[in-house]
């Protein structure tokens, strides 16, 4: 990773450095005078990164200084120590490997009791919109980085944290969202609501049979797809 700011263990000048780094987040802990921690922001082609290690503190995303808040999504790799990171009434508990996706735009709280060292991989809005669709970005839940798709997605990011992710015919964030979708169950891009579709039993069947085998099927899956509630899809195939 290319650094572009310098380590600094001062708690006034970590916050200061800490609202330059895509907005409006500050460090709060009991002991200030005591405090330290170290930052380091780069870029590995078109991601920016944020190498973050801070003792015993929350971290939050704060709406009130006038920062402009840049509209992105965190992934956050958690390379040691143990943490809480909480956003829009979900929180995912952090260990060491695990990772969690944060939206810019919403508050947000990193609580650690202790000692931890993470990465931040900045993520744009709008491919990870266009990955997740209708289903909602999945915030603040533990993506374990233990085994299988998430142990693959830990790697990508730790690569790119130490500057060994070989960039070379890589499209790192097209990469990257693929291994996210598998990590967290979605392996495809969720269904998007067509406004013009026959909510009507032959078509309702022909839908059920075309996704008979994605996981996540079901009553609220397909009554999003032909734009009706679920008491009126019941209706639907009952009466016809």
Known sequence: MDSSALGVDDFSACNRLLRTMGGAYRVDCGHPQAFRGSIRSGRVGPVVLADV???????????????RVVEHYNLVLQFAGNARMRQC???ALLRPGDLTLIDSRHMSEFEANEAFHQCAFAIPAAR????????????????????????????????????????????????????LAAAVGRDRPAERVAPARVADRPNIERF???HI?????????????????ERQLYRV???M
Do not use: Y
Not at 53 to 67: E, H, I, S, Y
Not at 213 to 229: C, I, Q, T, W, Y
């Open 89 to 91: 009434g979900s929180e």
């Open 53 to 67: 290690a801070m003792g015993r503190c929350v971290v939050r995303r704060d709406f009130d200084n006038g920062a």
């Open 128 to 179: 990870i919109r266009e990955l997740f669709g209708a289903a909602g970005v999945p915030l603040a839940r533990t993506i374990s980085g233990s085994s299988g798709a998430g142990r693959l997605l830990a790697d990508i990011v730790a690569s790119c944290c130490r500057g060994t992710f070989d960039l070379q015919r890589v499209d790192l964030i097209a990469t990257t969202l693929h291994v």
């Open 237 to 239: 195939t009952t009466t």
């Open 208 to 210: 059920i049979d075309a």
């Open 213 to 229: 085998e994605r996981h996540d099927l079901a009553p609220r899956l397909v009554a999003r797809h032909f734009g009706l509630s």
